[in-house]
């Protein structure tokens, strides 16, 4: 009873600090006005979140770590690049669900383009970002059986994946439906560009 207890408040003040963040700038939004909204201490606040900035990417790095525990499920025969699609892809078929349980889901959606169009947050994303990139190249050198220190191609692998996957959110972020679905579409179209888009000549489609 008391972990859900802490529960609901962790995620009320995910909730309540979003719509503060979309709706007045992430930059005018102060701890105060977030603990105020849940009817907290500011002192409550941190003993769940050590800053604004942590809050602000809270849903993301629930989304982030579901998609490092289905790429470490992923079967080992798959290559690098397959997993890491498919891993990704089962993330988006499973997340919708696990998101709305914290926040509504286009809340979830416009945090991301707020993200992007704030320049603090950005930052801190794109640090996030290269985080990220170094967690999930261990994990594939691991299924490869490489040392990551060693062998370059997991981080090139990594770095080709992400850079698709940062396109895909931009041009998302560009379009006229911003669903969960539409992402999840653009993601596995983009996614499917990318082998092709390394290996062939793009004038007639033949191997380089």
């Not at 997991?154 to 770095?159: D, K, L, S």
Request: aromatic content about 8%; overall charge negative; some cysteine.
């Amino acid at each position: 009873m008391r972990e859900r207890k802490k529960r609901r408040t962790r995620d009320a003040l995910i909730r309540e600090a979003l719509e503060l963040f979309t709706t007045q700038g992430y930059e005018r939004t102060t701890v105060d006005e977030i603990a105020d909204a849940v009817e907290v201490s500011q002192r409550t606040f941190f003993r769940y979140f050590a800053s604004k900035e942590e809050v602000a990417f809270a849903v993301q790095q629930m989304v982030e770590e579901r998609f490092v525990h289905a790429l470490a499920q992923r079967p080992p025969d798959e290559g690098p690049f397959d997993a890491m699609r498919n891993a990704v892809l089962c993330a988006w078929d499973t997340i919708g669900e696990a998101i709305a349980e914290v926040v509504p889901v286009e809340l979830h959606l416009s945090t991301f383009r707020m993200i992007e169009s704030t320049p603090a947050l950005l930052a801190a994303h794109l640090r996030r970002s290269a985080e990220m990139e170094e967690t999930v190249s261990r994990i594939v050198a691991d299924r490869e059986g490489l040392d990551v220190d060693e062998d370059p191609r997991p981080r090139i692998a990594v770095a080709a994946f992400s850079a698709a996957m940062r396109v895909t959110a931009q041009m998302w972020g560009r379009g006229t439906d911003q669903s969960l679905a539409a992402i999840r579409e653009l993601t596995e179209r983009y996614l499917d560009h990318l082998n092709p888009a390394l290996a062939l000549r793009w004038r007639d489609g033949s191997p380089t």
